[in-house]
């Protein structure tokens, strides 16, 4: 190549000429530095509420308690009044009041407690007609637990606790009746890890 000014031969891929100090336009470009990478969009990863399962020990009790009332009704009341109908209505209002408080507790449970985990954070839903959210920043969780009974261990349920002191609405927040609380708390626990470790590459940027 030549120089476009003064025309004196110059090396293949020469920005300026070495006899004129002329430019000639072929300078490379840099591209500019690189940014903070871009934080992962925020995605669903599961959504819980309280399990039926967990009043297992409740229904175990009122198994039994119906069959008190049972053995009751057949030795102690006697054969002339077991026919009559107030009887017979007694011991089955006996038999379902329980039964009734177990179903109601459960529903009550279920539908006004909901939770949401994303890959950021984790939510809290509570409320029937009126909803209120609470959210907790995974980066901010120091510690997840679980506890279960023997009954819930059977049933695969049990009481996932999320401890986040730095957090002012749920500091110790417990999820109670979890169906497959261990996959759950592994779950919360890895992402907490996920979240700390971008935190701490953007920061060392």
């Avoid at 819980?48 to 297992?56: I, Y």
């Avoid at 029937?128 to 049933?155: A, K, M, P, Y």
């Avoid at 349920?157 to 609380?181: A, C, R």
Wanted: aromatic share 6%; charged share 20%; with cysteine.
């Amino acid at each position: 190549m030549s120089c476009p000014k003064c025309g004196v031969e110059l090396p293949a891929g020469s920005s300026f000429c070495n006899k004129c100090g002329a430019s000639l336009g072929g300078a490379p470009t840099l591209s500019p530095p690189a940014g903070p990478p871009s934080q992962d969009p925020e995605q669903e990863l599961w959504r819980g509420r309280f399990s039926g399962r967990a009043h297992a020990h409740r229904w175990i009790l009122w198994a039994l308690w119906v069959a008190a009332l049972a053995a009751a009704f057949l030795k102690a009341v006697p054969p002339a009044y077991q026919s009559r109908i107030e009887v017979r209505y007694a011991f089955l209002g006996g038999a379902l009041a329980p039964l009734l408080g177990i179903v109601m507790a459960t529903l009550r449970l279920k539908a006004s407690v909901r939770y949401r985990l994303t890959t950021h954070r984790l939510f809290t839903e509570t409320g029937l007609l009126s909803r209120d959210t609470n959210e907790i920043e995974l980066v901010r969780v120091d510690d997840v637990s679980v506890h279960q009974n023997l009954l819930q261990r059977i049933f695969n349920v049990g009481t996932v606790t999320v401890f986040s002191p730095h957090d002012q609405t749920d500091p110790h927040l417990e999820m109670v009746g979890i169906e497959n609380p261990i996959e759950v708390k592994e779950q919360i626990r890895n992402h907490v890890r996920r979240r700390r470790q971008g935190s701490l590459n953007v920061e060392n940027l």
